[in-house]
């Protein structure tokens, strides 16, 4: 049952969970979507940075999204991720997506090769073209070294399908600009954890949360604080979650999220190589980290 993204609220960039033999755990993938659910979440993105998706294959890729779609049965919408170096491979994947019944997708900027203005513009412009999902542009110069400037969001303006922004850029003031420019053309959606609060308050429609992975129930409350003007349950909240909150801009925070899941039932620590798992000084702090953030995990009902 398809349902179309409306690019508001809580968005998961969901973990992809392995066994032990190297194989992907579709029964714990749909144990952790079923706590999202339970939670409210209001959509799934699969395969992004925490999904590992550049160490997946298509058919996993296939794999994740069918169970998904199932697990989802036409309660939020499933979006996919697309990071590809060559135009073509992108449009090809955007397809395969649709296909596959994917409602939406989040579109990276040309992977390994930092294209200008004008060749971002073309890479965009021509995925957008090649598929009729609605498309949320993945905005994250800091990790992916290209900005998708206001400039380029003008002239992307004419595509009807390219609906949503990722707001990764760490700069909070893009906000206001996109607001300046567009108004309410382009939905955002915050996408870096530890200035999540500060994005909704300045106006962002939504979180595309990575520790929600671990706790979608205090990613939820969160949002609804935010979104209810209860800035000082927002803010306590906040200050509990700020430790947690801050794995997810770490180099491996693939590791750190999974341990994190591990923590609260709902993942493994199981990673896909070039990844390890974690050890020693380094598995110890963050482990002291999450729990110490469980041994004083707030009562939600209260705030």
């Given at each position: 049952m398809a349902v179309?993204?409306?690019?508001?609220?809580?968005?998961?960039a969901l973990l992809t969970p392995f066994t032990a033999d190297d194989t992907v755990d579709l029964d714990l993938f749909e144990t952790n979507l079923l706590a999202q659910l339970e939670?409210?979440?209001?959509?799934?993105?699969?395969?992004?940075?925490?999904?590992?998706?550049?160490?997946?294959?298509?058919?996993?890729?296939?794999?994740?999204?069918?169970?998904a779609l199932a697990v989802s049965n036409g309660r939020?919408?499933?979006v996919m991720n697309i990071a590809e170096s060559v135009t073509s491979q992108a449009i090809r994947a955007a397809k395969e997506a649709e296909e596959g019944g994917a409602d939406g997708l989040m579109l990276l900027p040309p992977m390994r090769y930092s294209a200008d203005e004008r060749e971002n513009v073309a890479f965009f412009q021509a995925v957008a073209e090649s598929t009729s999902l609605p498309i949320m542009l993945y905005n994250n110069p800091v990790d992916y070294k290209i900005m998708i400037s206001v400039s380029m969001f003008q002239q992307l303006a004419k595509l009807p399908n390219i609906q949503a922004v990722k707001e990764s850029t760490r700069d909070l003031t893009n906000i206001v600009r996109m607001r300046n420019a567009f108004g309410d053309r382009f939905k955002i959606m915050g996408g870096v954890d530890t200035l999540a609060l500060e994005a909704l308050l300045l106006g962002a429609d939504g979180w595309v949360g990575g520790l929600v992975d671990a706790f979608p129930q205090e990613t939820i409350t969160l949002y609804q604080l935010a979104q209810n003007g209860q800035l000082e349950e927002a803010r306590q909240l906040y200050g509990w979650f700020m430790p947690l909150l801050e794995l997810d801009i770490h180099p491996k925070l693939v590791q750190y999220i999974k341990?994190?899941?591990?923590?609260t039932g709902i993942g493994s620590e199981f990673v896909r190589a070039p990844r390890l798992p974690l050890v020693g000084e380094e598995r110890a702090r963050v482990q002291q980290i999450i729990q110490q953030a469980l041994a004083i995990r707030p009562e939600l009902s209260v705030l």
């Open positions: 179309t993204p409306t690019w508001q609220g809580v968005y998961p939670a409210g979440v209001h959509g799934f993105i699969l395969g992004g940075s925490l999904g590992e998706a550049s160490t997946l294959t298509l058919s996993e890729k296939q794999q994740l999204l069918e169970r939020v919408p499933v341990l994190a899941a591990t923590a």
